[in-house]
């Protein structure tokens, strides 16, 4: 007997088990209370919403769900598979004046890109988490591969990259999440339920940028992300809970070879749970590679036949409706030719009737392409995937025979000479086909999604049970055992990259190892380069197809009052007991002040692959700092602006003064940086954004005009604690008052509000030229004590004589006491003009 919010049935009991399904509410969960005449009420929390797997693809993308079997969810035109295409239409010269933009996703997309190239995009997930510098990036700009305009977005960093659209710049994250947008439609429509939660598929070696971008698109397509799954992984579910038994343990490497990109891992199969073993593969790598070499290839045989030097320059000529309609075609007519060639050996490229040279005749592309000729011109390609290969094995110090089975997936994979390849290595019998080697990653994914959900539909009787039940309460079905033979039971995941962190000498420190199991979390002690140091900046960077990619920096801030307490308590300990003694009775010295002080790193990677960063100055517990790595780009440009202005000053002609105000302006810079991203939106918090980047303005100038504030406080401080008692009360407190505003506006001010305070301050010592005598006179005995100790006594003695000036001396004593300190002043400012103004250095590296 079926309701709408429940279910009446026969139990083995004999009596009736009333099963409410309680939608959305966390609590009671697998409540079961005996209600009354033997009837069992089974108060279930069953999340309503459904939960599906999908393999967002470079070409196309599926998405899958797991009830009883899994099953390909189809999308609005009722297919499988979805192209990977989005495109942004509208009538020209409008674009502005519509508020919505019209998206179109998939297989109308795909139609379009004849019509609109330049605002139709394909293969948007090879520039997800890219910067427009990255080499591959600049590749695909420069050659012809993309209609696009892709650039440097206006708001992120040097490295952000966006596509232009009808004139208005998008991230790649935001055109994915349109795809996914699309998907989740479509699946909540073919499922006739909400949809709320998804595992997505990435490239086994997406970097942590890459999957941020993915985490962020999907966001903004309104999933909620259960977990971002390697797609070999996935591949290797799908294939792992049909055909491993419970009590075997299999050795798999996964071999997917897809539209974009070529992926490769090892994992270990044995009672449900998936180990990662190791992951390699080239992210640029795949069937389009392969297009396009085939395009060269039919290119170069049209213009043999008609004579035409430059081929790439005639098509160019054509009229632009042309010449895009020829791009498109062409490449669906060479992608068809060799998806032809895979299971025949001869085909023939044919496109007719569109190109015409200037005497109008048509130029047609015909040419005939055996599977021969075909397998010579991508024998590179095939090579450089088993190189791959050899080299994962190698890495992971794994023989062939210790691989029991190859699955290979992609449509890439498909190509026969690929396949011979595979086999030459591993043996005939142990490389396998996937049943269905386009929706095997899909596939693989709802698995896992079914498995991260609260509720599962029992395989026997088909009622949603909750997770935690062992066996189902409606009809008893050992669900513990179905989980462990039928499911994922446990998935092991492994580091996709070394993880290192640059040290101040240019060189790298290995922090974590490719293909360490997740989560791990490691800790290593560096030392700062200089006694001084202020700042420290840790730089983390991946190494991806062995070149480095920078994965995020941490910055951290010493300032003085957590140096003073240290100072504090070094002097304690220094002054405790009699020289002797100090060992036995002070305890541990709290750190030596000639040696740099020490910082504590930690890399820590969770089970998603989230990367968080920490650090800590060993000697103060203060200070330190913990973020999760590429969070955001606002961020990131603020750090990189900081950055080089830091460099700027170091390699500038500036003093000790100079250094020492923006040193002091960084610490505080950094303290605003770090909060510019809001830890749980991810969002970028405006006003904290704007101070950070008017500050790091106003730094700049206020230096490069000699005005340093800090040193100025510095001054001012020193001259309250050493002659203090030389200025009256009421002018005591009204310096206090404009140095407490100069700090002020140094954290907040406006430039103009900087200088303001800094010469209002300044003022207060031209009146009293006594003080300005002793500062110099002060400043001298500071100066000799460093260089030419034996020059001090006469300084030390002009400040005593000014000092002890008491009331009742007579006119003339004063006069002498006055003259004997002038008499000073030039040798004074001779050592001040000598050794006062070395050039000075900021600090910020680390070192083993
Ligand atoms: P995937 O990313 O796995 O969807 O793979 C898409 C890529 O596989 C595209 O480059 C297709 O052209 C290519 N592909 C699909 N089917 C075949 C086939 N039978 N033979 C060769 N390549 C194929």
Same mark, same amino acid.
């Given at each position: 007997m079926n309701h709408p919010y429940g279910r009446l049935s026969y139990n083995k009991h004999g009596g009736i088990t009333a099963t409410i399904e309680v939608m959305k509410v966390p609590e009671p969960r697998g409540l079961s209370y005996k209600k009354n005449f033997n009837i069992f009420i089974n108060v279930r929390t069953v999340y309503m919403?459904?939960?599906?797997?999908?393999?967002?693809?470079?070409?196309?993308?599926? *998405?899958?769900?797991?009830?009883? &079997?899994t099953e390909i969810i189809k999308n609005a035109e009722g297919e499988e598979l979805t192209p990977s295409c989005v495109t942004l239409q509208f009538k020209k010269g409008l674009i502005k004046f519509?508020?919505?933009?019209?998206?179109?996703?998939?297989? &109308?997309?795909l139609e379009w890109l004849k019509q609109d190239p330049a605002n139709t995009v394909t293969a948007v997930k090879r520039l997800m988490g890219r910067s427009v510098n990255d080499p591959e990036v600049q590749k695909i700009i420069k050659s012809r591969r993309s209609a696009n305009s892709i650039v440097t977005h206006s708001r992120g960093t040097e490295n952000s990259l966006a596509i232009v659209l009808g004139e208005k710049e998008f991230t790649p994250e935001q055109l994915s999440a349109k795809i996914l947008e699309k998907i989740h439609r479509d699946c909540e429509a073919y499922l006739g339920d909400d949809v709320e939660y998804a595992v997505i598929t990435v490239p086994a070696y997406f970097n942590d940028k890459q999957k941020h971008a993915t985490r962020t698109a999907a966001a903004l397509a309104g999933i909620k992300v259960q977990r971002l799954l390697p797609e070999p992984t996935a591949a290797a579910i799908s294939f792992g809970v049909d055909n491993v038994e419970n009590d075997d343990a299999r050795t798999v490497l996964v071999f997917d070879f897809g539209g974009g990109t070529f992926d490769i891992s090892v994992l270990t199969i044995s009672g449900g749970q998936f180990i990662e073993q190791g992951k390699g593969g080239n992210m640029w790598m795949g069937g389009e590679d392969i297009d396009y070499k085939l395009i060269d290839y039919v290119l170069s045989r049209t213009s043999e036949? $008609?004579?035409?030097?430059?081929?790439?320059?005639?098509i160019n000529d054509q009229e632009t409706q042309v010449k895009n309609r020829f791009s498109a075609e062409l490449k669906r007519v060479v992608e068809q030719a060799k998806i032809d060639l895979s299971d025949r050996e001869k085909t023939t490229v044919e496109l007719l009737g569109l190109l015409k040279d200037s005497d109008g005749d048509l130029v047609d592309i015909d040419v005939d392409l055996t599977r021969d000729k075909f397998e010579e011109i991508i024998a590179p390609v095939v090579e450089g995937a088993m190189g791959l290969v050899k080299k994962l094995l190698e890495q992971i110090h794994f023989t062939t025979d210790i691989i029991d089975n190859v699955l290979l997936v992609g449509g890439s994979s498909r190509i026969p000479s690929v396949i011979r390849a595979v086999k030459d290595i591993f043996g005939e019998e142990k490389v396998l086909l996937h049943k269905r080697p386009m929706l095997a990653i899909a596939e693989g994914a709802a698995i896992l999604s079914h498995r991260l959900s609260d509720a599962l539909e029992c395989p026997g009787c088909g009622v949603q049970v909750s997770q935690s039940e062992k066996s189902c309460p409606d009809c008893g079905f050992d669900l513990d055992s179905h989980m462990i033979s039928h499911s994922v039971y446990d998935i092991i995941h492994s580091a996709a990259h070394d993880y290192h962190i640059c040290l101040d000498n240019g060189e790298k420190y290995l922090l974590i190892e490719k293909n360490t199991p997740l989560p791990c979390e490691r800790t290593e002690r560096f030392r700062l380069v200089h006694k001084y140091q202020k700042l420290v900046n840790m730089k983390f960077v991946n190494m991806v197809n062995d070149e480095e990619e920078s994965i995020g920096d941490l910055w951290l801030g010493i300032d003085d009052s957590?140096?003073?307490?240290?100072?504090?308590?070094? $002097?304690?300990?220094?002054?405790?007991?009699?020289?002797?003694?100090?060992?036995?009775?002070?305890?541990?010295?709290?750190?030596?002040?000639?040696?740099? /002080?020490?910082?504590?790193?930690?890399?820590?990677?969770d089970e998603n692959n989230l990367v968080e960063v920490a650090a800590s100055i060993v000697e103060l517990p203060d200070a330190e700092i913990s973020k999760t790595l590429s969070r955001g780009k606002a961020d990131e440009k603020l750090f990189i602006a900081l950055e080089e202005l830091i460099n700027e000053t170091n390699a500038g002609d500036y003093d000790s003064y100079e250094t020492t105000e923006i040193?002091?302006?960084?610490?505080?810079?950094?303290?605003?940086?770090?909060?510019?991203?809001?830890?749980?939106?991810?969002?970028?918090?405006?006003?904290? $954004?704007? =101070?950070? #980047?008017?500050?790091?303005?106003?730094?700049?100038?206020?230096?490069?005009?000699?005005?340093?504030? #800090?040193?100025?406080i510095y001054?001012?401080?020193?001259?309250? #604690?050493?002659?203090?008692? =030389?200025?009256?009360?009421?002018?005591?407190?009204?310096?206090? @008052? @404009?140095?407490?505003?100069?700090?002020?506006?140094?954290l907040r001010g406006t430039y103009q509000e900087?200088?303001?305070? $800094?010469?209002?301050?300044?003022?207060?010592?031209?009146?009293?030229?006594?003080?300005?005598?002793?500062?110099? /006179?002060? @400043?001298?005995?500071?100066?000799?004590?460093?260089?030419?100790?034996?020059?001090?006594?006469?300084?030390?003695?002009?400040?005593?004589?000014?000092?002890?000036?008491?009331?009742?001396?007579?006119?003339?004593?004063? *006069?002498?006491?006055?003259?004997?300190?002038m008499s000073c002043l030039p040798e004074a400012r001779e050592l001040i003009a000598k050794y006062d103004n070395i050039k000075a250095k900021i600090y910020k590296g680390i070192t083993k």
């Open positions: 919403s459904k939960s599906i797997g999908i393999d967002l693809g470079t070409t196309n993308s599926v *998405a899958a769900i797991k009830k009883v &079997h519509f508020s919505k933009e019209n998206f179109v996703v998939g297989r &109308h997309a036949e $008609y004579e035409i030097e430059d081929i790439h320059a005639f957590m140096r003073e307490k240290l100072y504090e308590k070094w $002097y304690e300990w220094e002054s405790g007991s009699g020289e002797g003694a100090k060992e036995e009775d002070s305890g541990e010295k709290p750190f030596d002040p000639e040696s740099p /002080l020490s910082v504590d790193v930690t890399l820590r990677i040193t002091s302006r960084t610490i505080m810079i950094i303290s605003d940086i770090n909060k510019v991203i809001d830890d749980h939106t991810g969002e970028v918090i405006e006003p904290v $954004y704007e =101070l950070a #980047q008017r500050n790091i303005e106003t730094a700049r100038k206020l230096v490069s005009e000699g005005i340093t504030c #800090q040193s100025l001054y001012c401080e020193h001259v309250l #604690q050493r002659f203090g008692v =030389l200025i009256p009360p009421g002018e005591r407190e009204r310096i206090n @008052k @404009k140095k407490k505003h100069l700090e002020d506006m140094m900087n200088v303001d305070a $800094y010469e209002a301050l300044d003022k207060v010592f031209d009146k009293s030229p006594m003080i300005s005598v002793l500062m110099t /006179l002060e @400043k001298a005995v500071d100066l000799c004590r460093e260089h030419e100790p034996a020059r001090s006594a006469k300084f030390v003695g002009a400040i005593h004589s000014l000092t002890s000036i008491s009331d009742d001396e007579g006119k003339d004593a004063v *006069a002498a006491k006055f003259e004997k300190a």
